[in-house]
């Protein structure tokens, strides 16, 4: 249980300390753009850790790292905010690339340490 505590908390940590860098140094920077480079990088660093086994116990702490640095929640939110927008377009590429580009992420992650 610390494990996922501990995880948890050190992933929401960086996923904060990464979005403020981005917004902060980024030129013409947005929240979603910072949002989609972490859960794509995320996703590549999911499948990295689970192409092989790791102790369970260090296994359990990256991923629950990870839970805590990607954010499907502020995904959702901004691709729904698009739509309110009426920029219906924008809306679905951003979904469309965001799901694509997280599951070559995983796949990409899990091809260098296979």
Do not use: D, H
């Not at 494990?3 to 908390?9: D, P, S, T």
């Not at 990295?48 to 839970?67: C, D, Q, V, Y």
């Not at 809306?91 to 799901?99: D, E, K, N, P, R």
């Not at 997280?102 to 990409?108: A, D, T, V």
């Amino acid at each position: 249980m610390m494990y996922v505590i501990i995880g948890g908390a050190v992933g929401a940590c960086l996923r904060f300390a990464v979005s403020e860098c981005w917004l902060k140094f980024g030129k013409n920077a947005q929240l979603m753009t910072a949002v989609f480079v972490i859960n794509i990088s995320g996703c590549a660093m999911l499948g990295w850790i689970l192409a092989k086994p790791l102790p369970e116990g260090i296994e359990l702490l990256f991923i629950s790292m990870l839970g805590g640095f990607t954010t499907f929640s502020t995904f959702c939110m901004e691709a729904l905010e698009l739509w309110r927008l009426k920029k219906r377009k924008q809306a679905m590429i951003y979904l469309v690339i965001s799901i694509v580009g997280s599951l070559f992420g995983f796949l990409f992650g899990w091809n260098v340490r296979a």
